[in-house]
Nanobody, 115 residues
């Protein structure tokens, strides 16, 4: 079965950085586009970044463009989200997602940006 396990979240000061990881299993990772979403309290889940299976195409939400970088390692079945210049409004639960027949989600990792 599809499993997505996120890690790397935490508490960071404004302007700081974090690197999220998502370890994937149970599907053909090397042929699958991957996504990072986030959801802040009281708000809808939003797409943050996407990457195609060959990393040829990357896409970002306007709010994170230039600050976040999505990447993947197909040999390790892992997708990453490097987050720089973090802002308080980046505070949210971050989720890894793949659409493989259905839409699958990890359990999420909490990112809190606060001084």
């Amino acid at each position: 079965q599809v499993q997505l396990v996120e890690s790397g979240g935490g508490l960071v000061r404004p302007g700081g950085s974090l690197r999220l990881s998502c370890a994937a299993s149970g599907f053909a990772f090397e042929f699958s586009a991957m996504n990072w979403y986030r959801q802040a309290p009281g708000r809808e889940r939003e797409l943050v970044a996407s990457i195609t299976h060959t990393s040829q195409f990357l896409d970002y939400a306007p709010s994170v463009e230039g600050r976040f970088t999505i990447s993947r390692d197909n040999a390790r079945n892992t997708v990453y989200l490097q987050m720089n210049s973090l802002r308080p409004e980046d505070t949210a639960m971050y989720y890894c997602n793949v659409k493989d027949g259905g839409s699958y989600w990890g359990q999420g990792t909490q990112v809190t940006v606060s001084s």
